[in-house]
């Protein structure tokens, strides 16, 4: 909490957004209610495989941009995924690709890492289609209780 009131401090001196990393709906209460500012965006864990549901509800009331890391979850073997696979070649698009729009669609701000022009290329020609709505139920179904990539909770991890 003494970090985001020292933040808000700065916010006050002309800084004109502050954001979030990992922070739980009650961490999203908290700060709010203790500060009165809210964070412009919150960056999560979210993928199809940990697609973060209520955690991008609690954002959609208090106006917070959800933002994904790792949002093609490239380390899950989600890059040969049956149902991904099939909706790819119908709108004859890569899985990343596929991966990313379904991400737009769910309103959350992605940026994929990747050190190739090509892919960067790729994971920018996301806006000529648009997955229909069985699509995007598809891949929300994906989802996995044990979905995390690293078994990173915020609920329990410490960073230091």
Do not use: C
Request: proline share 6%.
């Amino acid at each position: 909490m003494e970090a985001w009131q020292a933040l808000t401090m700065r916010k006050n001196r002309g800084i004109r957004s502050i954001d979030a990393s990992n922070f739980l709906p009650e961490h999203l209460e908290r700060t709010i209610k203790e500060t009165e500012v809210t964070p412009s965006l919150n960056q999560v864990e979210l993928h199809p495989l940990f697609n973060q549901e209520d955690q991008r509800r609690a954002h959609t009331e208090p106006g917070i941009q959800t933002h994904s890391w790792s949002p093609i979850a490239r380390a899950t073997g989600i890059q040969s995924n049956d149902t991904v696979s099939k909706i790819a070649e119908t709108h004859h698009k890569t899985i990343p690709q596929v991966l990313l729009r379904w991400q737009y669609q769910i309103g959350s701000v992605s940026i994929p890492r990747s050190t190739s022009p090509k892919r960067q290329r790729e994971n920018l020609d996301i806006f000529d289609f648009e997955l229909s709505e069985t699509e995007m139920t598809a891949i929300a179904g994906l989802f996995r209780p044990d979905g995390r990539l690293f078994d990173i909770d915020p609920a329990t991890h410490e960073e230091f």
